[in-house]
């Protein structure tokens, strides 16, 4: 995992370099996929999820208001001041890494430069806490009251996961203060978190693909994921060059 995130963490870059006004989405899904194929790995997204409608593409690309699992398509241009999600998922020698970014397209209003950078220091301060013996909801909790802070919401119905030898594996990771049973962490544990942070209120609908989330409220979402891997004394980030 530690060599195919850091793989996957390259990939990444390279496609946040494609993420400008004019291109479409489409043309960065080809991209992901060459060089995931390049590099011995395989799009752990594509084909995921119900056999009647699986997820078409190798990366999920979602836009300004659109939170998570946006479908690629060429039809899809990007323009200037958008807020383009990349989440991507690779198997690489049989272990599963998973991150996301959320990068600008040109020029985008100080809100939206703002959101960016909380939802990614959100996620840096929740990772800050992680370590063997924690109780998992701290880490939420963390999260929450960094984001909450700034005048921004947090998803709630989408949440982090555990991950390895599959896409999603227990435990559910929440990125708020939460009631369910308390989870000790330990030492080993592999997690993908993922804070998804909204300009307006925290509820979503899901759009007519069937896969899509997106704000309720048609505001602004920001998303950024890290695979980490839990230590005693702290938390190693996989998916980080």
Known sequence: MREGGKILAKIMHRLGENVLPGQNTGAINEL?????????GFPI??????????????????????????????????????????DIGMKYKGMITDMARTYPAGA????????????????????????????????GKTVEKYVKARGFSVVRELVGHGV???????????????????????EGMTLA??????VGTRYIKLLEDGWTYATKDGKLSAHFEDTI?????????????
């Not at 992901?32 to 011995?40: C, E, P, Q």
């Open 32 to 40: 992901a996929r060459k060089l995931i194929f390049s590099a011995g």
């Open 45 to 86: 997204f594509e084909g995921y999820g119900d056999k009647a409608r699986p997820y078409p593409g190798a990366v999920c690309t979602s836009i300004n208001n659109e939170i998570v699992h946006g479908i690629p398509q060429k039809e899809r241009i990007i323009h200037e001041g958008d807020l383009v999600k990349l």
């Open 108 to 139: 985008i209003s100080l809100e939206a430069q703002k959101l960016v950078a909380t939802t990614k220091e959100g996620l840096d301060e929740g990772i800050k806490i992680i370590k063997a013996g924690i109780k998992l909801n701290d880490y």
């Open 164 to 186: 390895g030898r599959e896409l999603h594996e227990d435990p559910c990771v929440p990125n708020y203060a939460s009631k369910t049973r308390a989870i000790i962490l330990a």
């Open 193 to 198: 978190l993922e804070p998804m942070v909204n």
């Open 229 to 241: 891997v839990v230590r005693k004394n702290g938390a190693e980030i996989l998916t980080r060059i």
